[in-house]
C-alpha cells in the first residue's frame, strides 16, 4: 500500500508540477487585463498628449520608467538610470513677423502660414502666375511670386489626401520657383488646401526640429519665405500692382527630451552580452487647439501608448523567464517630431552597438480589423534580414495568426509606412529590423485616439506575437544575419 501510494503521489505532484508550468508560462505574464489597466493610465488627460520637449513628455517617461522598475527590468540608460537625455532644438517664427499685402496685414496663423522658419524682409511687387511650369525667369526674378494650390503636373497619389496635399504642392513647386529668382512665394488655398488649414496652422507655428546627426531636415529653403494664405485671399493677390511687405523673423529653443532604456540580462553567460531589442515611442501631439474640435488633447492611445505598455507586458515575461540573450526595451521620445529619439540611440547606444542583434519595432497596434495587421520588413529592399522575417512569419502561424497586409511594405505605396517609426535608424545602421503595425485609421493624429477605441484583445495578441518573436531570436544559436547587400531605397 504504501509503495502504491508514493507512486500515486509522485505521478499527481508531476502532473500538477505540469499543470502549474502550463499555466505559469512567460507569455501569461503579457495579460490583457494589465496592458488595458496601463493603457488608460499613459493616455489620459493627465499627461496632456505626452508632447517631446514638454514636462508632460517627461512625466510619461519618468512613469514608463517607474513600471519598467516594477517589472523587474533593470536600467540601461545613461549613468545607471532609465533614462537617456538628448537635446532636442527647436526653430519657429517669431510671432512678431508681420505680413501685409497691400493695405491689407494678414495675421500670423489666423489669415496666414509662414511654412517654415525664417529671416527675411521682403519689400516686392507680387506677379500672379497660373502655371508655375512653364514660367520664365525674367517674369519672376526679384519679384514675389503668388500662385494657387494646384495638383497639376504632380504625379504623386497622396495628392488627394487632405493632410498631405498641401506638402505635396510646396514641396513641389518651392524650390523650383526660388531657383528661377523669386524672393518670396505666396500660395494660396483652394478647396482641397482649405480642408487643411486648421490643422496646419497648429504643426506650423510650432516651427522645425532637430538634433544633432537627425535624418529629417524639412527647410526646404534659405532666406526665402514661404507663405499660405487662405483662399479669400485669391482675388487681392491676382490684382496687378500688388506689393507684399513682410518682415518674418524666428526664435530658437532647446528642450529636453527622453528615451526610457530598461533590460533583461541573458541567461546564456556566453550569449548575454547580446541584446533583442524590443522598441517603440511614448510621444504624442499634445494639446493643439483646432478649429471646430472640442477636445484639445491629443492622448494617442494608438499612436503610441499601446506599443509602450505592450513592451511593459513584454518585459514582465522576460523577466519571469529571460531568453539566453538579453533584452533591451526602448521607449524612444520625439518620434513625432522627427524620429530624434531612435537616431540619437542609434548613434549613442548605450550598449555597444554591435551587440544589438535584432530590432522588434511596433507604431499602432491596437486598431482596425481584428484579424489583421502588417509586419514591413518582409519585403525587399525593406528586407534586411531573411532569417528574421521567417521568425516573425512563423510566430504568427503559430500564434494570432493575422491575415498579414503586405502592401505598405512595399517601395511603392505612397505612405512610405516603413520611413516613418523607429525601426529606421536602426537600419541604416545595418542592424535587422521588423516593424509591427495595426497601419493608421480614421482616428490616427486626431483628439479621438483615446483608450476607450482600442482593442484590448488585439493589441494583447500582437504583444504576444512579438514577445514570441523575441524570445526565438533570443534562444538562436546564431544571430540573424543581413541580408547580404542589403539597401534602403532612401
Known amino acids: 500500500m504504501t509503495n502504491r501510494f508514493s507512486a500515486a503521489l509522485a505521478a499527481l505532484l508531476l502532473t500538477t508540477s505540469a499543470l502549474m508550468a502550463q499555466r505559469n508560462k512567460p507569455i501569461d505574464a503579457i495579460k490583457a487585463d494589465d496592458i488595458k489597466k496601463d493603457l488608460y493610465y499613459l493616455a489620459d488627460d493627465h499627461f ?31 549613468d545607471g538610470t532609465y533614462l537617456q537625455f538628448f537635446s ?13 499685402v497691400g493695405n491689407r496685414p494678414f495675421h500670423l496663423w489666423q489669415d496666414a502660414i509662414v511654412y517654415e522658419p525664417s529671416f527675411a524682409a521682403v519689400d516686392a511687387p507680387i506677379v500672379f502666375i497660373k502655371d508655375a511650369d512653364t514660367v520664365s525667369e525674367a517674369t519672376i526674378r526679384g519679384k514675389v511670386v503668388a500662385l494657387q494650390f494646384s495638383a ?9 489626401i487632405p493632410t498631405r496635399y498641401a506638402g505635396i504642392v510646396v514641396n513641389y ?25 486648421s490643422k496646419a496652422t497648429q504643426y506650423n507655428n510650432r516651427g522645425s526640429y532637430q538634433i544633432e546627426g537627425s535624418l529629417f531636415h524639412r527647410q526646404l529653403l534659405t532666406g526665402v519665405p514661404i507663405i499660405w494664405l487662405q483662399q479669400d ?36 553567460p556566453k550569449l548575454a552580452g547580446e541584446y533583442v531589442v524590443f522598441s517603440g515611442h511614448q510621444d504624442h501631439d499634445g494639446v493643439r487647439n483646432v478649429a471646430g474640435v472640442a477636445d484639445s488633447i491629443y492622448n494617442g492611445a494608438d499612436d503610441n501608448a499601446s506599443v509602450s505598455v505592450a513592451l511593459l507586458a513584454i518585459g514582465r515575461a522576460f523577466h519571469q523567464q529571460p531568453g539566453k540573450r538579453s533584452t533591451l ?20 547606444p548605450t550598449v555597444p552597438r554591435e551587440s544589438l542583434v535584432a530590432v522588434l519595432n511596433a507604431d499602432m497596434i491596437g486598431n482596425n480589423a481584428p484579424d489583421s495587421a502588417a509586419l514591413l ?6 528586407l534586411s534580414s531573411s532569417a528574421l522575417a521567417k521568425i516573425g512569419l512563423e510566430e504568427n502561424q503559430k500564434g494570432p495568426r493575422f ?54 484583445e488585439k493589441l494583447t495578441k500582437i504583444a504576444r506575437w512579438m514577445y514570441a518573436t523575441g524570445f526565438t531570436v533570443s534562444n538562436l544559436a546564431e544571430r540573424p544575419a543581413m541580408e547580404p547587400g542589403f539597401q534602403l531605397e532612401r
Open 233 to 268: 485671399a485669391l482675388p487681392l493677390v491676382q490684382q496687378p500692382g500688388q506689393q507684399l511687405k513682410a518682415h518674418i523673423f524666428s526664435e530658437s529653443f532647446t528642450y529636453p527630451s527622453v528615451n526610457v532604456v530598461a533590460k533583461v540580462k541573458g541567461s546564456d
Open 173 to 197: 513647386w518651392a524650390r523650383y520657383l526660388a531657383a528661377k529668382g523669386a524672393v518670396a512665394i505666396i500660395f494660396v488655398a483652394d478647396e482641397l488646401a482649405q480642408k487643411g488649414w
Open 48 to 78: 496632456r498628449g505626452r508632447e517631446a520637449g514638454t514636462l508632460d513628455e517627461l512625466k510619461a517617461s519618468v512613469w514608463l520608467a517607474e513600471q519598467a522598475r516594477k517589472a523587474g527590468l533593470e536600467p540601461a540608460g545613461d
Open 403 to 456: 491575415k498579414l497586409d503586405t502592401a505598405w511594405d512595399k517601395a511603392s505605396h505612397p505612405e512610405v509606412w516603413y520611413f516613418r517609426s523607429d525601426h529606421y535608424p536602426y537600419a541604416k545602421k545595418n542592424i535587422p529590423v521588423l516593424y509591427f503595425s495595426s497601419l493608421p485609421h480614421a482616428l490616427y493624429h486626431t483628439p479621438g485616439d483615446e483608450a476607450a477605441t482600442i482593442n484590448i
Open 377 to 382: 520588413g518582409l519585403i525587399p529592399p525593406h
Open 88 to 100: 532636442l532644438i527647436r526653430e519657429r517664427v517669431s510671432n512678431h513677423s508681420t505680413i501685409s
Open 329 to 348: 526595451f526602448i521607449w524612444h521620445g520625439s518620434e513625432e517630431r522627427g524620429l530624434f529619439g531612435s537616431t540619437w540611440f542609434a548613434d549613442h
Open 152 to 160: 497639376k503636373g504632380i504625379n504623386d497619389p497622396r495628392v488627394c
